[in-house]
């Protein structure tokens, strides 16, 4: 399952709930986001409801250092 709705992180309350049913189910799930609304918090909430990939688009090239610390943040909490 791929979540690639506009900016994922937009509405991230919505997605670990969603993510814990698909993990459960065994079903290999990943998410597109630009990384520019990234928090420690949502992206350890993303890892612990078992979020298989995060995959950064660097469109957001005018926010590049915020996107390089959010991709090392998600590192810690997502494979």
């Known amino acids: 399952v791929s979540y690639v709705y506009l900016e994922p992180f937009m ?4 997605y670990p709930d969603i ?4 993990r459960a189910a065994g079903i290999h799930q990943h998410m597109y986001t630009n ?3 990234c928090t420690e918090e949502n ?3 993303l890892g612990e409801a078992g979020l298989d990939e995060l ?3 660097l469109g957001a090239t005018s926010c590049a ?3 390089i ?3 090392a943040t ?3 909490y997502i494979p």
């Open 11 to 14: 509405e991230i309350e919505l």
């Open 55 to 57: 995959r950064f688009n």
């Open 35 to 37: 990384g520019t609304l």
């Open 65 to 67: 250092d915020n996107v």
């Open 19 to 22: 993510i814990r049913k698909f």
């Open 69 to 71: 610390q959010s991709i």
């Open 43 to 45: 992206l350890r909430a």
């Open 74 to 76: 998600a590192k810690k």
